[in-house]
């Protein structure tokens, strides 16, 4: 089956797919439903628990023909418990056993700061249940492994998450490879100019996270017992306004807008529907008085402003501020 979406040329030449599929909480039937929509660009984590189930998919479709690895994007990255040198490689052999897969295409640092761990890698809490940051971060000495893992072909591409310009311009001045791309929340009501321009400015493409404001996030927070209002993006009278003009969704506006900047966005859905509507963006334009209203909405509105890691704010590479929380 064909790509389904525009390619972004990276810095080390790579080609990644602009609209890639989030799992975040997402269903192994909706893995196999993208794959089906023409998605082929995954992302994942070891956080969201899926890495098996996702590689299990992968396999079906990598044995029985339907794809070539080579068509593939497969994104994982390192995580916020497990982020020392000593852990680089350790972490992406796992992962790369669960996804059966022989490399990644992207591996990246998923977060700035450190959490201690329990010996089985969950998040490990004081006698208060705060969880307890570890200020070994090092993110120069983390990133020297990342590079081996290019070396050694395990990962073709390697980057950041959630690092702020402070963050990327002090790692800028040790790496021998740049980040390919720096993957932080960005939408409509987070659009983060300055990093974002830094980022560019760097060579370094920017992924967008939360595309669509993270409908499923409210009910996350709530399950852990901190209720939050959160904005809807695809009810706002500028996002429904536009949409109807060109008989296209909400969702679909706010992720043309998105790839039309030049940023990578990996919007997750369970729904097959949803999902194909996800990569059907191609067939239209904003305009630019419609593109100046999307950018007046920009709130510094952090979705994922990580409030339910009680104890990390305390660690210097937290940097998760919002202006409503913070
Ligand atoms: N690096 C990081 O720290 C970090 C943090 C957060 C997320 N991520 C990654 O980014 C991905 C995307 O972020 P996200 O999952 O939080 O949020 P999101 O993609 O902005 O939003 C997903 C929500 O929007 C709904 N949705 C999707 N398409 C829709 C459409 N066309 N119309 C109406 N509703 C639609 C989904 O519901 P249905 O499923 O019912 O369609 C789901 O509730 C994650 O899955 C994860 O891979 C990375």
Same mark, same amino acid.
């Given at each position: 089956m064909a790509q389904n979406t525009q390619l972004l040329t990276l810095n080390n030449g790579h080609k990644m797919p602009m609209i890639g599929l989030g *799992?975040?909480?997402?269903s192994d039937e909706a893995l196999e439903a993208a794959l089906e929509a023409g998605y082929r660009h995954i992302d994942t984590a070891p956080? +969201?628990?899926n890495e098996k189930a996702i590689g299990q998919v992968l396999k079906r479709w990598l044995d029985s023909g #339907? %794809? #070539? /690895?080579?068509e593939l994007f497969i994104v994982t990255k390192l995580p916020l418990t497990a982020n020392a040198p000593s852990d680089v490689l350790p972490i992406i052999k796992k992962s790369l056993a669960d996804l059966q897969? $022989? +490399? %990644? $295409?992207m591996f990246l640092i998923h977060m700035p700061f450190t959490l201690m761990a329990n010996e089985d890698g969950s998040i490990k809490k004081d006698e208060q249940g705060l969880m307890i940051p $570890?200020?070994? *971060?090092n993110h120069a000495a983390t990133w020297v492994e990342m590079e081996k893992l290019v070396a050694k072909g395990l990962a073709k591409s390697i980057g950041v998450s959630n690092f702020d310009q402070e963050q990327v311009g002090r790692l800028l001045k040790t790496a021998k490879i740049r980040p390919a791309t720096n993957q932080i929340e960005h939408h409509v009501y987070l659009q983060q100019r300055e990093l974002v321009d830094f980022c560019k400015a760097e060579g370094i493409a920017i992924t967008a996270y939360?595309?669509?404001?993270? /409908?499923g996030l409210a009910k996350f927070t709530a399950s852990l017992g901190l209720p939050r209002e959160l904005p809807d993006l695809m009810d706002v009278p500028e996002v429904t306004e536009i949409a109807a003009a060109h008989r296209k969704t909400a969702a679909q506006v706010l992720l043309r807008w998105i790839v039309d900047n030049g940023i990578i966005a990996i919007p997750k859905s369970a729904n097959p529907e949803r999902l194909r509507q996800n990569l059907d963006i191609f067939d239209f334009k904003l305009t630019d008085e419609e593109i100046a209203k999307l950018v007046k909405l920009d709130e510094n509105f952090r979705i994922f402003d990580c409030a339910w890691i009680h104890g990390a704010e305390s660690h210097p590479e937290f940097r998760f501020k919002n202006k409503f929380t913070n």
């Open positions: *799992t975040l909480q997402a956080r +969201y628990g #339907k %794809v #070539k /690895r080579e897969l $022989d +490399y %990644v $295409d $570890d200020l070994r *971060t939360a595309p669509l404001g993270s /409908r």
